[in-house]
């Protein structure tokens, strides 16, 4: 009986063979874990990257609404400021046009008992920048305007007005003389002037 040289399987030992299958089938896992595990650091990156993009959305709303509000704060903390200096301009800006109507009235009585012919004129030509109108009332400034107005323009005045004398539709009441008794000024007078009139006009009755 010969002996046979070329056996089936080419002569591999079969443990050879079945640990070529046995390393085929890992590799085969291997790859399939690969795949699982490349699929899953996709996801993973997926999921990251919307979390950055939701995160940056958040980030910006905040930054909106904080925006937004410290707009509202400034203008809550200015509008007070502002109001109270609208208010002081107009307050400043009536005050102004009293006090130039006031300076204006003064200086026509003013005018008119330096004999101005027609005080308005004299008025309109009058430079009032430096006649003030103090706190309580008081006007500095006038006599100097008015005197060095009619120096230079005597032409629109003539003689002052006398006391007792007509100038338009005014009399101007003359004082009285020494040793007349004053008449009765009721703008003036104190309860006891009062008092003494009426105790004068009773004994005269």
């Given at each position: 009986m010969s002996e046979n040289n070329n056996p089936p399987d080419g002569g591999i030992d079969p443990n050879t063979v079945r640990e070529l299958q046995k390393a085929r089938a890992d590799l085969t896992a291997l790859r399939a874990e690969l795949k699982t595990a490349r699929d899953d650091r996709d996801a993973t990156r997926g999921e990251r990257d919307e979390a950055i993009k939701a995160r940056d959305g958040y980030k910006g709303q905040l930054e909106k609404q904080r925006a937004d509000f410290e707009g509202k704060l400034h203008d809550a903390t200015e509008a007070p400021t502002k109001a109270k200096s609208d208010a002081d301009e107009a307050l400043a800006s009536v005050r102004t046009a009293s006090d130039r109507?006031?300076?204006?009235?003064?200086?026509?009585?003013?005018?008119?008992?330096?004999?101005?012919?027609?005080?308005?004129?004299?008025?309109?030509?009058?430079?009032?920048?430096?006649?003030?109108?103090?706190?309580?009332?008081?006007?500095?400034?006038?006599?100097?305007?008015?005197?060095?107005?009619?120096?230079?323009?005597a032409y629109m005045f003539g003689e002052a007005a006398k006391p007792g004398a007509v100038t338009g539709t005014t009399t101007t009441q003359a004082p009285p003389r020494k040793g007349e008794p004053t008449g009765f000024d009721a703008r003036n007078a104190t309860p006891d002037d009062y008092a003494a009139q009426k105790r004068q006009m009773l004994a005269s009755v």
């Open positions: 109507a006031v300076i204006e009235a003064e200086a026509k009585a003013a005018a008119t008992r330096l004999g101005a012919h027609n005080p308005a004129d004299v008025v309109r030509l009058l430079d009032l920048s430096e006649v003030k109108r103090g706190e309580s009332g008081e006007i500095t400034g006038l006599d100097e305007v008015l005197t060095a107005q009619k120096e230079a323009r």
